[in-house]
């Protein structure tokens, strides 16, 4: 009975551990504010900077870009496949045009 109150405890305490830490995108641009410029930016440099944006999202932005020609708005991003209105709310900060 000790054995299993005590993996209870310890499974609890890693949960509750692992949800404090911060992501390392926050931890590596802690107190800078981060800019980046949609119209710009590579596609690596949109999958460093963005919240929520990988490689394949960040290639998909600068296709659009390619595609259709610069950005106007921010929330123009809605328009690119795989970028929802929610991705663009996380980053409304971050983007510049």
């Avoid at 999958?47 to 290639?59: H, N, P």
Wanted: charged share 25%.
């Amino acid at each position: 009975m000790l054995r299993i109150w005590l993996l209870m405890i310890a499974f609890c305490t890693a949960n509750v551990w692992a949800e404090s830490l911060p992501s390392s995108q926050d931890a590596k641009y802690q107190g800078i504010e981060i800019t980046v410029n949609i119209n710009q930016a590579s596609a690596e440099e949109l999958a460093d900077l963005l919240k929520g944006v990988g490689s394949k999202k960040a290639q998909a932005i600068v296709d659009y870009r390619n595609e259709h020609g610069q950005f106007k708005h921010a929330d123009e991003l809605a328009n690119v496949k795989g970028i929802g209105p929610a991705i663009v709310e996380k980053n409304q900060q971050r983007i510049k045009l």
